[in-house]
């Protein structure tokens, strides 16, 4: 086991600050490639204790249930990271994709985010939040039409510095802002239906 750093929550909507809190749990095993010369290369990864790659994400976690964000852990950031953002959309939204987190500034040494990030637009430790479709801030879950599957795209960008933007951002805001910044990008795709 080994110690995880992560931004951690409070309650919901329950406004309490947040801070960086050691955890132990197991590691997370990063996949492995090899590079021209032999040698293992670890590449970043984004997982999350609730669902796994192309599964469907629990109902807690989306506007049918709690609502909550998901947890999320990361491993193998690029050298040189400074800060992370991420952004959550789905792309099968029959208005075009719906934008469903956006959240930057998350401190370059977290190593994910915990289970229900409450939706302050900042966070103790530098993490801002930006505006989702359902124009709100923080986290908004799946809530697809009926009878269909929607695919969850979570997107996390290693960046070589904190970015300066005003908390409330909407997703175009955040990757203009990003342009040359971005280091390295690891993805979790979750699916939902209602």
């Known amino acids: 086991m ?18 960086l809190l050691p955890l132990l749990m197991v590691s997370v095993m990063p996949s492995l490639s090899a590079t021209p010369q032999g040698d293992p290369a670890m590449s970043f990864a984004l997982s999350s204790t609730a669902f796994e ?3 469907y994400i629990p109902k807690k976690h ?3 249930g709690a609502d909550l964000s998901p947890a999320l852990q990361w491993v193998n950031p690029p050298s040189g990271t400074k800060s992370f953002a ?6 099968d939204a029959p208005v075009g994709t719906w934008v469903h987190w956006v959240i930057f500034n998350i401190p370059g040494e977290a190593e994910g985010l915990p289970e229900g990030v ?3 637009k ?3 430790g530098g993490a801002r939040q930006g505006v989702n479709d359902f124009r709100k801030i923080g986290y908004g879950g799946p809530m697809p ?3 269909s599957v929607h695919r969850y795209f979570f997107k996390l960008y290693a960046l070589d510095n904190p970015l300066i933007l005003n908390p ?6 955040l990757l203009k802002a990003m342009e040359k910044h971005i280091l390295g990008q690891a993805e979790l795709m979750g699916l939902y239906k209602r």
């Open 118 to 120: 409450p939706p302050d």
């Open 168 to 173: 409330g951002v909407k997703k175009a805001d």
């Open 86 to 91: 991420l952004i959550c959309d789905d792309p």
């Open 53 to 55: 790659q192309g599964q």
């Open 145 to 147: 039409p009926r009878s």
């Open 2 to 19: 080994r110690a995880t750093r992560f931004l951690s929550a409070g309650a919901r909507g329950g406004g309490t600050a947040t801070f």
């Open 62 to 64: 989306t506007g049918e």
């Open 122 to 124: 900042e966070l103790k």
